[in-house]
């Protein structure tokens, strides 16, 4: 049974979702106002895999996550390229789907932005004036955190001690330091909404209570997002959310980890980020996704280059795994080998299957997949005749299908993933194989090594087999 840790409960708890046929799930999105780092591309490929994984378990998953379209910062970058708001937006909207494409996040069943429910949030905002927990202050509207007596709970704060240790708050239009803006007056050179109390634009942490309420209804299953989101913004929705419908805004509250480059936090302020087109001119979308895996989502995440490059050579070795297979000739060996391949396709089964609904756990889940490798090789290496091989291919298919359904790793053939590495065009490379097997043909061994070795140099193995030569892509990061 698959298992999640809750942040609300600090423990891993069994996953029972209000309708097992339609799981709900809110994931916090990018505020497009610039390219996507990756801490969005961790936080897009755990909850990838979260959803994957539910699916994979028989549960059909309908997925929301939004986009962010009216914030400090887009008006900021408006204001300061003198384009309009909108326009910025689309162009990072289309920039994110495209990054999360070549990292193969599925799309989400539902995108919304936030402006396309303006009208919403001035409905929740008038209930939660009228009920008590917000007030109108000077044409902007505040929630009222003391009026809801749980404030803190998911990020395991007391309300007393978050008071006493508040900074002064200059803003004299608030009740209390800690109560937040449900709704903006509108600024100079601001986009802005007309309200009953005058023009103004949404404060942050409305704008998801809203989208999840009004796409999946209320609770939902599970709603998610990085941990800087815990407080206050996770925090927040609870407040304003649970306090309009008076029950439990998610069932099940799940946080990524943080990305460090060199031990301190990812960010913007640091000048330490990494955007996900950046490291994609170095490796394969594939490798970044296989590294983002390596580690628990929970856990912190330890970016270096060399850590990339391990993964690349990882890739590596699964699918020169898949080429050996395909390659691979019978032998007339008398043993038959089924017995050794049903237990190491159970084994594997049975290592994926407890690792994935041990809270998602991919370090796991990758150890059972090369595991799995290792005894593959250990066959073939072993010679196998021709019912077995078979066996084996068909047992690596399925094997194979599974890790691509929860993964979405291992997805290609040897011969697309080696094709993908090459540093010169392929028909230079089959043009110099048939060079040197005429230069073997005529026994003309120092020009066959010659071309060989120039091979190599291109980061390409030539392998000599019975039924022909072929080629393979090596990493030339000498790892």
Known sequence: MLHIYNTMTGKKEPFRPIDKDNVQMYVCGVTVYDLCHIGHARSSVAFDVARRAME?????????????????KIIRKSNET??????????????????????????????????????????????LIDSGHAYESNGD???????????????????????????????????????????????????SWQSPWGAGRPGWHIECSVMSEKILGSPIDIHG??????????????????????????????HNGFVNINKEKMSKSLNNFLTIRDILKDVDPEVLRLFLLTTHYRQPLEYADTKLYEAESSLERIYTFKDELKHALASNKAKDSSAEIDAIATKFNTDFKTAIEDDFNTPAAIAAIFDFIRAGNKLLMDKLNAESLEKLRATSDVIFADIERVLYVAHRSGEEWFASL??????????????RNEARKAKDFAQADKIRAELTEKGVEIIDTPTGTRYRTKSMRGL
């Open 56 to 72: 994979w378990l028989g549960s059909p998953v309908t997925f929301v996550k939004n986009f962010t379209d009216i914030d400090d």
């Open 82 to 127: 003198g384009r309009d708001w909108q326009e910025i937006t689309a162009e990072f909207i289309a920039a994110h789907n495209d990054d999360m494409d070549r990292l193969g996040i599925l799309r989400p069943t539902h995108a919304p932005q936030a402006t396309d429910f303006i009208p919403d949030m001035l409905d929740l905002c008038t209930r």
């Open 141 to 191: 509207v505040y929630y009222r955190v003391n009026s809801f007596k749980e404030y803190g709970k998911l990020s395991h704060r007391n309300l007393d001690d978050l008071q006493a240790g508040a900074r002064v708050d200059l803003n004299e239009q608030k009740e209390n330091s800690l109560d937040f803006a449900l709704w903006k007056s509108a600024k100079p050179n601001e986009p």
């Open 225 to 254: 997002g990085g941990q800087d989101l815990i407080f206050p913004h996770h925090e927040n929705e609870i407040a304003q959310s649970e306090a309009a419908c008076g029950h439990e805004f998610a069932n099940l509250w799940m």
């Open 422 to 435: 090459l540093m010169v065009p392929e028909s230079e490379v089959l043009t110099a194989i048939d060079a």
